[in-house]
């Protein structure tokens, strides 16, 4: 073997039934290319061509911007098979061949290449082109295109600039529609667009094969943009994946009224409902139906006779058999791009289907039912992250409500906000904490800031394959699309739709289930989990080892959380407890008390309250464990903040404004995060302590009196130092045993801790000595661990994540390197003192997903969340325990990674 | 062998001439006992008598007050050997046998018993002794003394029911001290202590052995009291130690004025000098001396014919004879005890003394050139919290000031405060940051927290061995005793000193050298560093191996740190040139820009003046290393503060003061210590670190320019993340790289970042890759692993202590579990990656003596403090070297152990 018999090919053909490739090459052929190979070897009529392979990329990387010299003439020979399956040459002035050049790594990514269309098109193929297809008005639009996109793509000029003579000339000609336009407007344009790249300092290449190539290389450039390689990096993707170039045969499907383009999921990515599912539209070209330009026709009949099925029936049946195919093969929901080119079918493209959460759900469940798939794959195919939005609310149909219009069902759930038009306004009143909805003619990437932001989205333009309507899905956000009925005003400073103006800062309630606009704020509920729902819930809690708790401080919380299948309360927080009204009177009380007795009847005021808190959780929760936490906050968190008024709380409490004022500054913390709070509250007021265990106690043996069973573990926040948890147990076990002889009562109960502060995990296993149980205090951990505060942290948390030095929100995703490293440190050390100690976590992290494969990992024995999230915590933790598991393992693992 | 005789003795004899135990036995026999078996088999003059072993205390401790069986029968024995050598039995009515009993650890500890003298005597033998003593005054007087410390230490009645009818009696009899008491007054007052001791509930044992054993257990169960308990937990001293007891016949100074006693120091623990000093009473007993009862005289001649050595000369001689035995023979300062019954010398206890830093220092060199000692005995005898003392101001002399009164030069140093009569009042004052001299009749060790509190120390009565001297010279603090002018009156509103008063609140400064009380505040000046200081300093630098540098943020700051040895600067705090007037207004336009070009002039200005300081600090530092760091604070510390006058500052900006008041409360943090500065700063706006390397690179040329050599080292501040390091980093190396391209220099400089965040610790590797040093910010690092505000800890603090929680203020002493630990997880992840890392410390804790021997232990390269604390870190580090290295380090250790 020589050395270059040992290189691998760098091109990759398929066509005509033959492909080099196949599915299982996505690493060198990207997602694009595998499939188009997949499909051409599957006989599946897919346009020939041919796939540069990601290695290629790595070597024009290295070597800033070289090509490995087999390069050029294995794509010389891929091109003439192409050409002579096609009948065509590129270049050819009579029956000139035309290719599409797109990008396509493994995994996509921002900031890569665009579509180039029509490469091979000159001021003279344009002419042949015209002759050949018998339609001058074709190929001067499909040349203009190509300078479009070649100028904006591969030369960089400014998209902008060919818009706005675009949209002149249809002016110009009183048409509203590009396709309109007749041959002489086209054939301006064409001169206006090339004296545009021009005036751009660049130049169009006449030679197809050098338009060819500054594609390629476009391509190849774009994967080292700034954008691309931030997004790599925040995700952990190695810079040497690559992306490949599929370069592939032009079809038409803006030839006439027998031409067409369009896309289709096999199954409805919006319900899952097993039946084809698209828009297409007639005359029109590539991304026409993706860009939301024209507002797309329904692929199956819908009775107005626009549809696919209606007007193009053996199409339709062709293309049936082809999506029934591609599911079988693929065993996973596609979505596939189609174009019609006089009345032949051909496949552009197969993809893993994007799905809403109730889609993922269902066709999960029913595949599994058609023996499609089995149950570990059902449940790793659904995304932990969407799933939450089917527990979202959804209108409540029983309010009184005006519709003011109605668009397109895009992404299910109901949201109200206040409108806005501009993705920055909606980025910069989201991170205000207002709830807006972004209102928008169409969206492109360049708005994904202000989606993340916006509570719902609503555009006037588009179908439900738009940008808007895919993205939002993916966001499992609300999202009414293509509302044909709302005028944006040009300013941008409302909509109308008739004689009602709606203007910026108006609230507004979208229903993306049934697609509804409607005026104002509209009640919402919470959606009924179906039974796809609670089939897949099963399955996760048969996978799983991790136990599931919610974070619960009120019976009502506790109830919920058992609907959704909570198996004990992680946390409850008895100061949430004090801040009702009449509650926190006494504890302003309790902080004024001028003597000890004073304070001790303050405190004592509350004892009944708080037991009588305690005993409906018990009895909600019916013998599940439940885990209370002493009092945690600093007490001035309890007094008036600054610009409330004060006189009503100081006549309250018997005492002067300015004897207020001087407590409440006296009270005031630098840094109240790292202040007199936690157990330093118990420990320097131990009467606190005795009256929150007296009444967990008392409430016990009430509860279990009534032959309710009772499972108490008292929780003592931010310990630090082990006396701290010992000193604190000691309080706590003689006041519940006081009272348990009071009574004549039994009770197991155990005593635990917050493990919060980087010194707890240092020193866990002193503490482990002392503790039954640690509850990771993730959020404070966080915050001590980063010396970083939440509330302080917006300040600067953009640039953090723009700049790639946090790959998330630390707060929202739990840091593994540094905060996870001392998890486990803590885990280590606590299990080596007390072998059975019980481990969980109850901070905002127990709901995220990846957190959830992290608690997994580092052996924890339950995450606790808040109750909406528990469904999302039971799916993490099951695709946690069949990630590890061998075979279904890795299975899960790769539909996550072609879902993406 | 049996079982019986594997057990060691329980009770240890001594006694004309022969003792059963010695030094070496310090374990069994606690301090005090161990010195007298030692003085005794050396043939020094000590009363006969019994220690009961430490093993006897964990016996009575573990078993709730049982003894062992076979301690009795050995009692037995001792005792009868004491009554055969000294002619007398115990509870004989015509010879009676007196004895005392003190407690004796083998670490001396509050909360201890204190001692019990003339056990024996009785309603009957007082009578005896009055027989043959010839002196029924004496016999009287001494059985008071007995029922009052009888009554007060071990049956509990408390102190001041006695006190007062005692003061009565003196009154009434128009006398001013005790010994002028007569045989009447005297027979009334034994007569009313026993009716007080039975009217509080209890009986005086009349069965002298009942009184022993009374004692006896008194001292073992004070070994279990709260205060001893607690001490021994916070300095990790087992339980299981125990206490031994010493039982010892008595000898009388209170004999007649052929009687004294007295308390001697082998040298002038205040200055080291070699002489014999001490203190003295004549026909006293006891405790007179040290309690400062009466105001004791000079032991050397003082040309007044008041001294031991003119009263006396024989006996003095005799003494002086002892004094100069013990020292060669423990080769260091002892501290003794002695009383001369009827012209006969005995000594009572000898113990290390405790000293001035002064005289350590010059007692430490002195006694090498004598050849006592050698170096590094020398170096770990001196206590490295007490040196700093060396380096306090002193009285300028030069200033004019009018001394009120003198008293004794009881402990070095010059310090002024407002008065306080109270240690509460000390304690609360001081805390609340004021600065106090606490004046008192005398002292108490409950006086302690108000000693520590204060600046320094007056006290009306008591020598220069008083309590309030031994503890302040302890303490290092300034104190003058026994100034007699001065009078406090009884409410403790003031003191008068003639026709002066100086009242609560009112400044006064004591100079403890002369025994000066000034008037007012007084200008001070930094100590002239001896000859010997530099010897011991230079010993240190020979056995050290840890690097000690200061934190200088001021060229006069490094002069001094340089003065006192640093060898480079650890950290120069850069906004510390910002809070200028000048300057701050600059720093407020670079906040208040409106635009990028506004901030970049704001900063433009700032330079030139970041460059003189960094010049000027580099040429003070003369080719030693400076470390700099980036700034840190957030920028609304620049902003002023609620209270401030809003209207100057704004018409400076030209900003309206709305506007400035809502940008700072736009500025206003949460949790500033976790907010936005440190390298977020930096990262947020480069332009702030770009001005500041470009400020230090033209600085370093300009000094190298001049022929100075230049070591910068650029610090990062609060890095959590390597990759905020990275790209900080990148700013600083491209801009130094372009002035030294502009300047056509060359220089050699490094980049390394903070260590303060928990974070940081546990992903030392990653960010050691970008770091080429580390320095630890213990305060920061300390506050984050605590989860701790030290702005904040104050309301919880002493409770913390006081609990035992906390073993010290982890702000003053390093955390070794905690906070240690993720130290040296990052050293070790640190050099893991990069094995020639440089690291350091540069907290507060770098000049804390134990946090400087942890530095050592944990393989630090140096360590940074305040210039003061450079020679107080030099010799921890000596000593802490000295520690490990074998027979050096066990002595060093044994020196420290023994001078507690």
Redesign the interface.
């Known amino acids: 073997m020589t050395a270059a018999s040992e290189r691998s090919k760098l091109v990759y053909f398929f066509g005509a039934g033959q492909a080099e490739g196949d599915r299982g090459m996505r690493d060198r052929l990207g997602g694009k290319g595998a499939n188009l190979a997949e499909m051409t070897g599957m006989g599946i009529p897919v346009p020939p061509g041919f796939t540069i392979s990601t290695e290629v990329c790595t070597v024009f990387m290295e070597s800033g911007g070289q090509y490995p010299a087999e390069l050029r003439p294995e794509v010389d020979e891929a091109f003439a098979r192409m050409e002579q399956l096609l009948g065509r040459r590129f270049g050819d002035e009579e029956r000139p061949l035309m290719v599409s050049v797109r990008s396509g790594a493994a995994v996509s990514m921002p900031g890569m290449m665009d579509t180039v269309l029509n490469l091979g098109l000159n001021d003279r193929t344009v002419e042949g082109l015209a002759r050949d297809s018998g339609n001058p008005r074709f190929a001067l639009d499909a040349y203009r295109r190509l300078l479009q996109m070649y100028g904006d793509v591969v030369l960089g000029i400014p998209h902008d600039r060919f818009e706005r003579p675009l949209a002149a000339a249809k002016e110009a000609a009183g048409v509203e529609h590009d396709s309109q336009l007749g041959e002489g407007p086209l054939r301006a344009l064409v001169r206006e667009f090339l004296e545009i790249i021009r005036r751009g300092g660049r130049t169009f290449p006449q030679e197809p094969h050098d338009q060819l190539w500054g594609a390629i290389a476009a391509v190849f450039t774009s994967w080292g943009s700034r954008r691309a390689t931030h997004y790599r990096r925040k995700c952990g993707i190695p810079d040497t994946l690559g992306t490949a170039v599929n370069v592939q045969g032009m079809v038409f499907g803006n030839l006439g009224e027998d031409s067409a383009t369009g896309v289709a999921f096999t199954r409805d990515p919006s319900t899952g409902v097993c039946e084809l599912y698209g828009e297409y539209l007639v005359n029109a070209q590539g991304e026409d139906v993706v860009a939301g330009i024209r507002t797309p026709h329904p692929i199956r009949r819908n009775g107005d006779g626009t549809s696919l099925e209606e007007r193009m029936p053996g199409t339709f049946s062709e293309l049936a058999q082809v999506c029934d195919r591609l599911e079988r093969h693929y065993r996973d929901i596609q979505d596939l791009e189609f174009t019609v080119e006089r009345g032949r079918l051909w496949l552009l493209q197969t993809r893993t289907g994007k799905r809403s959460a109730a889609a993922a759900v269902r066709s999960a469940v029913e595949m599994v039912a058609e023996g499609l798939i089995d149950e570990a794959t059902a449940v790793g195919r659904i995304d932990p992250g969407q799933l939450q939005t089917l527990l979202h609310p959804s209108i409540d149909e029983s309010a009184s409500f005006e519709v003011l219009a109605t668009g397109l069902a895009a992404s299910p759930g109901a949201a109200s906000g206040q409108v806005v038009f501009t993705a920055d306004e909606a980025a910069e009143l989201g991170e205000a904490g207002e709830q807006v909805v972004l209102v928008r003619r169409e969206t492109s990437p360049e708005d994904i800031h202000g989606m993340t932001a916006a509570q719902a989205i609503l555009t006037a333009r588009g179908g439900t394959t738009s940008h808007a309507a895919v993205v939002a899905r993916g966001m499992g956000k609300c999202c009414v699309a293509g509302c044909k009925e709302i005028d944006i005003l040009p300013d941008g400073s409302a909509f109308s739709v008739g004689a009602v103006t709606v203007r910026k800062g108006d609230w507004i309630t979208l229903d993306g289930s049934t697609g509804r606009v409607i005026l104002g704020r509209v009640a919402t509920r919470p959606s009924e989990l179906q039974g796809e729902f609670r089939t897949v819930m099963e399955w996760c809690d048969r996978f799983r080892r991790l136990g599931v708790r919610a974070n619960a401080d009120t019976p009502h919380d506790a109830r919920q959380a058992i609907e959704f299948g909570a198996e004990g309360i992680g946390l409850c927080r008895t100061e949430h407890m004090f801040f009702d009204e009449e509650r926190i009177l006494l504890v302003r009380r309790m902080i004024f008390a001028a003597s000890n007795s004073a304070r001790r009847a303050a405190i004592d005021g509350l004892r009944p309250l708080q037991r009588g808190d305690f005993a409906d959780i018990f009895r909600a929760m019916g013998g599940r464990p439940v885990t209370i936490r002493l009092l945690d906050p600093p007490l001035h968190e309890f007094l008036p903040h600054e610009g409330d008024d004060l006189s009503p709380v100081a006549a309250g409490l018997g005492v002067s404004t300015s004897e207020l004022r001087s407590t409440i500054a006296r009270l005031a ?8 709070r ?1 157990c ?1 509250l118990g ?2 007021y131990p009467e606190i302590t005795e009256m929150q265990a007296r009444a967990m106690g008392e409430a016990a043996c009430d509860v279990a009196a009534e032959g309710v069973e009772v499972a108490l573990e008292v929780m003592v926040p ?1 310990v ?2 082990a ?2 948890l010992a ?1 604190q147990a000691a309080v706590i076990r003689r006041v519940i045993d006081e009272v348990l002889a009071e009574r004549g009562a039994e009770l197991g109960y155990t005593i635990g801790t917050m493990i ?4 707890a995990c ?2 866990a296993d ?1 503490i482990a000595r002392e503790a039954q149980f640690f509850s990771f205090g993730t959020n ?1 951990l966080t ?7 939440r ?3 917006g ?2 948390l953009q ?2 994540l723009d ?4 790959p998330a929100d630390p707060f929202a995703v739990l ?1 593994e ?3 996870g ?2 998890i486990r440190m803590a885990v280590e050390l606590g299990r080596s003192a007390r072998p059975d100690l019980k481990v969980g976590i109850c901070g905002e992290h127990g709901g995220d997903p990846a957190s959830v494969a992290f608690c997994h990992r580092a052996g924890l024995d339950y995450v606790s969340c808040s109750p909406f999230r528990v469904p999302v915590a039971r799916l993490a933790a099951a695709q946690a325990a069949l990630a590890e598991s061998g075979d279904a393992g890795r299975r899960v693992a790769e539909e996550r990674l072609a879902a993406r």
């Not at 915050?783 to 505060?789: P, R």
């Not at 700049?803 to 946090?806: P, Q, R, S």
Request: negative net charge; aromatic residues 8%; proline residues 4%.
């Open positions: 913390e630098a840094n109240p995060m790292l202040g007199h936690g330093r420990i320097t931010l630090g130092v006396r701290e000193l919060e502060l980087p010194r240092v020193t002193e404070d915050q001590t661990v980063f010396g970083l505060s509330d302080d942290s300040k600067f640039v953090y700049e790639a030095i946090y840091d390197a540094g905060v490293r001392l």
